[in-house]
């Protein structure tokens, strides 16, 4: 894995309607994350937030457009600018750590990351999919929509963000944790055979297993791997402090051993690590879990 790590604040809440979430890559810093990857021997450089045109502007958060998709023109504002400063990233020759925020940054993410790839390939580790569009949507909310926006579903102007045409295909993704899907999103995991680990596949199978299918799936067709990681994979128990817990989900000791299998396979080109909403938190908690398991994909071991 590359060892020259990009920090790349994603200070956005606008794909969700919870207040919060904005202040997660300072969350994630306060509790430490910049010091535990530099002892790890990573160079790392913290390319501070990134704000949009639409985060000054008073009585912007929770605006639906015609086709009910949430702080829409503020969702594409920020993500074309995030996109830039993860394609600048890349170009550089880093690892874009992109944090969030909530995940329809993933929307720009990809984008930037995308066009340095011929096939990149996706982890996506949540309690969610994410493939929803505006009319699979229940809630309108684009944070549970940016991996279908990825893969070319739903709204044309996003969907062809920063690049025109999906950014990643299909059979390229897998998710991982997965125990709260709409039926929309059913339908197109369905249709396009995602290789897809719920919660009693993991529980079957192990976290061991299923991260060794995850990347024997995808590692010899990808030409990079970009793990997004979404805090709310692991039970609530564990990360209390997320805008969207399910019951069910992942214990920190099997997050870790799955960042430890992906370090171990050197194949993880980048990562967004979102979701964590310091204002739902207790006393930082789960911010400080999510740094223990950026530090496992980076690494560190327990002997």
Partial sequence: MNQNVHIIGAATAF??????????????????LIKILKELG???????????????????????NDDNLLNYDAVKDFNTILAG????????GHFPLILGGDHSLSIGSLAGISRHYNDLGVIWYDAHGDLNDSRTSPSGNIHGMPLGISC?????????????????????????????????????IQENDILTFTMTDIRRLGIADVMQQALDHIEEKCDGIHLSLDVDGLDPMETPGTGTPVNGGLSLSETQLAMSILNDSDRITSMDLVEVNPLLDDRNKTAEKAVEIAASLFGKKQL
């Fill in 152 to 188: 070319g579903l739903g709204d044309t102007d996003l969907v062809n963000l920063y690049d025109s045409g999906p950014k990643i295909k299909p059979e390229n993704i897998v998710l991982v944790g997965v125990r709260d899907l709409d039926e929309g999103e059913k339908q197109f």
């Fill in 42 to 64: 990573l160079s790392v450089t913290d390319k501070g937030n990134i704000r949009g045109n639409f985060e000054v502007e008073a009585g912007r958060h929770n605006i639906k």
């Fill in 15 to 32: 794909g969700q309607p919870r207040l919060g979430v904005d202040f997660g890559p300072d969350a994630l810093r306060y509790a430490g």
């Fill in 85 to 92: 400063a993860v394609d600048a990233s890349v170009s550089n």
